[in-house]
């Protein structure tokens, strides 16, 4: 078993001959626990709507420029017979802490999508409250993904404004994951990596903690600064990070210890991040996200898929809201239409000689990994 202290190593490393190393590891470990298979959810951004204030993302609350929207039941459902149509096995209904979408309506909307296609369900709907998840759970929802974002509590609570009008206080996301999973979820999360003032041992403690909650998904990818938001915009000034935007008490937004050894948010550091999560959780579904194809294109998301990655994730929102669901700038697939993105996935998978899964593609348990198909 992999130790904090090589964990810490790995993410230190700096040769192209030793990370080759790291790489061949997390990719042969993917190959024995979870096989050649690359599950495909497609992902449906349901609301660019929030409550939040979260200093990083581009669809928080107090960025008044954005158009908003919703997706009616019709336009879900549309997306479904999509997926449905591709052969994905799960769908991933992803939004900003948006309450219009209430207990009633999501309910509703999972009963729909369950009662015409054998799909698996992914919620990603942010904090919500404990009796939404169960009857969310007794409706069919199989999976919910809430990240961590950061396992540095101060960083989380810098990063994650309370205000009374944006939700106020975020809960304890480890607790509510451990919830989710009492529930009967499947459990993800995840980080971001390089926020500014994340240390290397801050992103070595994310990977252990991954460890410890033993999760079923685990997605990350590199922060990417966002113009219009308080972390796009920083000045240092000594030792800290210091935001331009100022908060309603005139403050600035953010200001922030500059991490001793701070992480780059790079694809490098989120690939060494894909390869030690393989190590630390053999057999969960691990994505090569959309943050790493924006940074790096085709050749980003297919590294991400041989160091330790087996999970694509082509958008199906429709194409007029897909620019909106803006969370940071030149979101890859945001001008591309569902048939287009999904024959980029199939591609990529092509390229690197794997083969699309079949079926809901859950979190593997033992020795039962999907074979390539025979033809
Ligand atoms: N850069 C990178 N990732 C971001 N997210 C939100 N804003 C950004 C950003 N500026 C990530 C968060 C969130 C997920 C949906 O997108 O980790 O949980």
């Keep these: 078993m992999i130790t904090f202290e090589e964990i810490l190593y790995w993410l230190r490393e700096k040769s192209p001959e030793r990370l080759n190393e790291l790489w061949r590891w997390a990719d042969r470990t993917r190959q024995e626990q979870v096989g050649d298979a690359i599950h495909l959810r497609g992902l449906v951004e349901l609301s660019n709507h929030c409550r939040r204030n979260c200093l990083y993302c581009g669809i928080r609350a107090s960025h008044k420029t954005v158009s908003r929207y919703r997706l009616t039941l019709e336009e879900v459902l549309e997306c479904a017979k999509k997926a449905a149509d591709f052969h994905y096995g799960t769908l991933v209904i992803q939004a900003g802490e948006d309450l219009k979408f209430d207990e009633a309506f ?107 909650l033993d999760l079923d998904m685990i997605g990350c990818g590199p922060f990417l600064p966002h113009p219009e938001t308080p972390l796009g915009n920083l000045r240092q000034d000594g030792n800290e990070w210091v935001s331009r935007i100022l908060d309603q008490n005139g403050l600035p937004a953010f200001r922030f210890p500059v991490a001793e050894e701070p992480v780059t948010g790079t694809n490098e550091m989120t690939f060494k991040v894909y390869a030690l999560t393989r190590l630390v959780c053999p057999q969960a579904n691990i994505p090569s996200t959309t943050a790493v194809v924006t940074l790096g294109g085709k050749e980003g998301r297919q590294n991400g898929l041989c160091r330790g990655a087996n999970v694509i994730m082509p958008n199906l929102t429709p194409t007029k809201y897909r620019a909106l669901y803006e969370i940071y700038p030149d979101k890859s697939a945001s001008f591309e239409s569902a048939e287009e993105t999904h024959q980029k996935a199939l591609e990529n998978i092509r390229a690197i000689g794997r083969f699309p899964g079949s079926g809901p593609g859950g979190r593997v348990r033992g020795d039962q990994k999907e074979e390539m198909p025979k033809i």
């Design 106 to 212: 999501i309910t509703e909307m999972i009963r729909e999508i369950k009662a015409r296609y054998p799909l698996a369900i992914t919620l990603s709907l942010g904090e919500r409250s404990e009796s939404e998840w169960i009857r969310w759970h007794e409706a069919g929802a199989n999976r919910y993904l809430l990240r961590f974002e950061t396992s540095n509590n101060l960083l989380f609570r810098a990063i994650h404004p309370v205000s009374p009008d944006s939700g106020g206080r975020f809960g304890d996301r480890i607790a509510m994951l451990k919830t989710l999973r009492e529930i009967g979820y499947e459990i993800g999360s995840g980080v971001m990596i390089g926020i500014p003032g994340q240390s290397v041992t801050d992103l070595a403690c994310d990977i252990d903690l991954f460890r410890q």
